[in-house]
C-alpha cells in the first residue's frame, strides 16, 4: 500500500507559477512510475505528465509540454511538478498517483491516488 500526500495548489494570475509536492509513505516509493493528473471542472480526469523510477523518462500531455516539469526526489519520497506560464485552463484538481508500469498515461493503469489539490488560475 502506498499513500499519497499532495500539496501546494493555490490561487495564481495567469503567466504565474506554483509547484506541487506529492509525499508518499508505505511501500518503497523508488520502485514506481509516478504521475500527475488533472480534473478540470465538469470534466474527466486528465494525464498531465509521468516520470520513471529512476527519473531517466518524463512524459508530458501535449498541453503542458514546455512550461510544466515533473521530478522526483527518491530519497524525500517526493515527486514535484513545477507549473510555469500558468493558464486560466490549467485551473483543476491535479491529483498525484503511482503505478508499476513505465510510461502509463491511462488513469487506470495506476494503482494508487492522493486526494488531490485545488490550482486556480485566474485571467
Known amino acids: 500500500q502506498v499513500q499519497l500526500v499532495e500539496s501546494g495548489g493555490g490561487l495564481v494570475q495567469a503567466g504565474g507559477s506554483l509547484r506541487l509536492s506529492c509525499v508518499a509513505s508505505?511501500?518503497?516509493?523508488?520502485?514506481?512510475?509516478m504521475g500527475w493528473f488533472r480534473q478540470p471542472p465538469g470534466k474527466e480526469r486528465e494525464f498531465v505528465a509521468t516520470?520513471?523510477?529512476?527519473?531517466?523518462?518524463?512524459y508530458y500531455a501535449d498541453s503542458v509540454k514546455g512550461r510544466f516539469t515533473i521530478s522526483r526526489a527518491n530519497a524525500k519520497n517526493t515527486v514535484y511538478l513545477q507549473m510555469n506560464s500558468l493558464k486560466p485552463e490549467d485551473t483543476a484538481v491535479y491529483y498525484c498517483?503511482?503505478?508499476?508500469?513505465?510510461?502509463?498515461?491511462?488513469?487506470?493503469?495506476?494503482?494508487?491516488w492522493g486526494q488531490g489539490t485545488q490550482v486556480t488560475v485566474s485571467s
Open positions: 498517483a503511482a503505478t508499476t508500469l513505465r510510461g502509463a498515461m491511462t488513469p487506470g493503469l495506476y494503482d494508487y
Open positions: 508505505g511501500r518503497t516509493f523508488s520502485r514506481y512510475t
Open positions: 516520470i520513471t523510477w529512476s527519473a531517466s523518462n518524463t
